[in-house]
């Protein structure tokens, strides 16, 4: 059965500090792995990792998939309150050669104090 | 686009009656998923389509659960009789193909008394 396990699990921190969440995994046949924020709702979309594409980068935000440990970072440098929510990190697998769905991770909630 | 669009946003049921969701993904997208978070167990997939096809099923719970894409810009997720455990917000998402990120609706939350 495919596993995701994130940490810490909950993390408060000051506005302007920088904060490192991380993911491990164990899947077969494994695609891409995906980090999505959700604040009070749905589930948006940051980032998609994959052989192909092991680091990305946006704004304030980056991430990092390591291969070879099974795992994954994502970045957040200079924190603003606006970052305050829950950190989801997903894989998915090959499968029969069309998509398959998420297996999430359990989340890490970041607070930031003003 | 409006994005994946759920109803109801909530939704509060006596035990035993039958509970049905909705879902309109995105135009254009071929794979249609439904989803279930709770506190203790976080986010799980219970089913997904692909052109309006089911895939796996496998992560329904029971028998109680159902779910049905008529065609492409609707699908369904019916709960029969409901029952408190199955109280969740319970997500649909939509995905333009095999390789691209999904994109989830604002959640239905239910609510079984």
Not at chain 2, 80 to 95: G, K
């Amino acid at each position: 059965e495919d596993k995701v396990v994130q940490s810490p699990l909950s993390l408060v921190v000051h506005e302007g500090d920088t904060v490192t969440l991380n993911c491990s995994y164990e899947v077969t046949n494994f695609r891409s792995l995906l980090w999505y924020k959700q604040e009070k709702k749905a589930p948006t979309f940051l980032f998609m990792l994959t052989s192909s594409g092991i680091e990305k980068k946006s704004g304030r935000l980056s991430s990092i998939l390591d291969k070879k440990e099974l795992s994954s970072i994502l970045n957040i440098t200079a924190t603003q309150t606006g970052d305050s929510a829950i950190y989801l990190c997903a894989v998915t697998r090959f499968s029969g050669g069309g998509a398959d769905g998420l297996t999430f991770g359990k989340g890490t909630h970041l607070i930031i104090q003003p | 686009d409006a994005g994946v669009i759920q109803s109801p946003r909530h939704e509060v049921t006596e035990m035993g009656q039958e509970v049905t969701l909705r879902c309109k993904p995105i135009s254009g997208h071929d794979y249609l998923f439904w989803y279930r978070q709770t506190m203790m167990r976080g986010l799980e997939l219970l089913i997904y389509f692909n052109n309006n096809v089911p895939i796996d099923d496998s992560g329904m719970p029971e028998d109680r659960f159902s779910a049905k894409m008529p065609n492409a810009s609707f699908s369904t997720l019916k709960i029969q009789p409901s029952e408190p455990r199955d109280s969740a917000v319970y997500f649909c998402a939509s995905q333009e193909g095999a390789y691209t990120e999904a994109f989830f609706g604002q959640g239905t939350r239910l609510t079984v008394v």
